[in-house]
């Protein structure tokens, strides 16, 4: 078809997708430097004197170090002043050192010991002691489990533990150009992978088969597979996040491709909705309406707008359509948008009750899906960051519904 969607093979969809060439660097050790010294700076005005960050984005984000959590303690502490210490399984320790790009000490703890003994010795080794006087303060990452949280309140005798949740979303929420660099090429990456995707659809084709060949189509761009894919036609597009049966593609059913790979360590996150076949008046007018509402919600996206005032601007365009009103069906029953960057949801977000005023920096996904119970749903999703100027994509949004990815 002229509009990209079917009449190609799988081999051939494959061959056409050509990785990338634009070089995009790693994040630097001096970056992870500089974020713990701005996490440091923060640490007095909140009357923390250090800062734990368990295994997962939070210690990616600070140290370099991917690490997934388990139910071994493993992370970092960041003192107020001096260097940061790990944390971690004795077995483990030459692997975290081979890891490492920030220097530190590490404290490490045996299998029959307690971990988080090891986690106050730590404390100690970098001069953080309750008195008589004063009962320090310890803030815990959000990536710290409950174990993690009652497994260390059972020893914290004079330690007081609160949450670090405010001081490291206050700066993961703004993204430097070095992170906005990569976050394009991964956009750019799964953009390709869903102009092909269009391209194999075929009457019978199962959503299994679909979501079989976006992996490929990462990896083939230069991704490590998908992230993750959510694939949908007919009647099942009306469900945010899918249904549990697969589905067989019908002519003039409507398609839901919603993907992301991860590059570097920061997401992607892409959703296209088209129809397969002719499409009708009722699909037409939805489609449009979406399109519309996403449009409206990147123009109030303006630079000390508060995030709820963008999530209310898609409303109030959907409400024109006769869709709504606030979180009714059919409408858009979810947040207009969500920030992203080394985790897919991220703080803030483009929701009512989210008053975060928008800053430079800033990266969210545009996607108020309008969902109609035994019908179907369109969601579109793109991407945005905030500059001095105001927003800007990272991937222009889908053209038409008879031609989405513009293609001539």
Same mark, same amino acid.
């Given at each position: 078809?002229?509009?990209?969607?079917g009449?190609s093979?799988?081999?051939?969809?494959?061959e056409?997708?050509?990785?990338?060439?634009?070089?995009v660097?790693e994040?630097?050790?001096?970056?992870y430097i500089?974020?713990?010294?701005?996490l440091?700076?923060?640490?007095p005005?909140?009357g923390?004197d250090?800062?734990y960050?368990?295994?997962?984005?939070?210690l990616?984000?600070?140290?370099?170090i991917?690490?997934?959590?388990?139910?071994?303690?493993?992370g970092?502490i960041?003192p107020?002043?001096g260097?940061?210490?790990?944390?971690?399984?004795w077995?483990?320790?030459?692997?975290?050192?081979d890891?490492?790009?920030v220097?530190?000490?590490?404290?490490?703890?045996?299998?029959?010991?307690s971990?988080?003994?090891?986690?106050?010795k730590?404390?100690?080794a970098?001069?953080?002691?309750p008195?008589?006087e004063?009962?320090?303060?310890?803030?815990?990452?959000?990536?710290?489990?409950?174990?993690?949280?009652?497994g260390?309140?059972?020893?914290?005798e004079?330690?007081?533990?609160?949450?670090a949740?405010?001081?490291?979303?206050?700066?993961?929420?703004?993204?430097s150009?070095? $992170?906005? /660099?990569?976050?394009? =090429? #991964?956009k750019?990456m799964?953009?390709?992978?869903q102009?092909a995707? @269009?391209?194999?659809?075929?009457?019978?084709?199962?959503?299994?088969e679909?979501?079989?060949?976006?992996?490929?189509?990462?990896?083939?761009?230069?991704a490590?597979?998908?992230?993750?894919?959510?694939?949908?036609?007919g009647?099942a597009?009306?469900?945010?996040?899918g249904v549990?049966?697969?589905?067989i593609l019908?002519?003039?059913?409507v398609?839901?491709i919603?993907?992301?790979?991860?590059?570097?360590s920061?997401i992607?996150?892409?959703?296209?909705t088209?129809?397969?076949?002719e499409?009708n008046?009722?699909?037409?007018?939805?489609?449009?309406? $979406?399109? /519309?509402?996403?449009a =409206? #919600?990147f123009?109030?996206?303006?630079?000390?707008?508060?995030c709820? @005032?963008?999530?209310?601007?898609?409303?109030?365009?959907?409400?024109?359509?006769?869709f709504?009103?606030?979180y009714?069906?059919p409408?858009?029953?979810?947040?207009?948008?969500?920030?992203?960057?080394?985790?897919?949801?991220e703080?803030?977000?483009?929701?009512?009750?989210d008053?975060?005023?928008l800053?430079?920096?800033?990266c969210?996904?545009n996607e108020?899906?309008?969902?109609?119970?035994?019908e179907?749903g369109?969601?579109?999703e793109?991407?945005?960051?905030?500059?001095?100027?105001?927003?800007?994509?990272?991937?222009?949004?889908?053209?038409?519904?008879d031609d989405?990815f513009?293609?001539?």
């Open positions: 078809m002229t509009n990209g969607i009449g093979s799988q081999d051939e969809a494959l056409r997708i050509l990785p990338s060439t634009i070089e660097d994040i630097s050790t001096a970056e500089d974020r713990i010294s701005r440091q700076k923060s640490m005005g909140a923390v250090a800062v960050v368990n295994a997962g984005t939070n990616l984000y600070f140290s370099g991917e690490w997934h959590a388990s139910e071994r303690l493993l970092a960041i107020a002043n260097r940061m210490i790990y944390i971690a399984p077995f483990e320790q030459r692997t975290l050192c890891r490492m790009k220097e530190g000490d590490v404290i490490c703890w045996h299998e029959d010991e971990a988080y003994e090891a986690f106050y730590a404390l100690l970098l001069g953080i002691a008195t008589h004063t009962q320090p303060k310890i803030a815990l990452c959000g990536t710290a489990t409950t174990s993690v949280y009652f260390l309140k059972e020893l914290a004079k330690y007081d533990l609160v949450s949740e405010a001081l490291i979303v206050n700066l993961r929420k703004n993204k150009p070095g $992170e906005i /660099a990569i976050m394009q =090429a #991964a750019d799964t953009l390709r992978v102009v995707a @269009a391209s194999i659809l075929r009457e019978g084709i199962s959503t299994l679909v979501c079989d060949f976006i992996d490929r189509a990462h990896r083939k761009s230069g490590s597979g998908s992230y993750f894919c959510i694939v949908l036609f009647e597009t009306s469900y945010p996040h549990k049966e697969p589905q019908k002519r003039n059913d398609v839901l919603d993907t992301g790979c991860r590059y570097k920061y992607s996150d892409i959703t296209r088209y129809v397969f076949g499409a008046d009722r699909q037409r007018f939805v489609w449009n309406a $979406e399109k /519309a509402a996403q =409206a #919600a123009e109030a996206a303006q630079l000390g707008v508060p709820g @005032a963008v999530d209310r601007a898609a409303r109030r365009c959907l409400e024109t359509y006769g709504g009103p606030a009714q069906l409408g858009l029953p979810h947040r207009t948008g969500h920030g992203i960057g080394l985790d897919i949801h703080a803030p977000y483009l929701v009512g009750n008053e975060t005023p800053e430079i920096g800033m969210f996904s108020p899906m309008i969902c109609i119970p035994g179907f369109v969601r579109h793109d991407h945005f960051y905030m500059t001095e100027q105001g927003p800007r994509w990272f991937t222009q949004p889908a053209h038409s519904i989405p513009l293609l001539v």
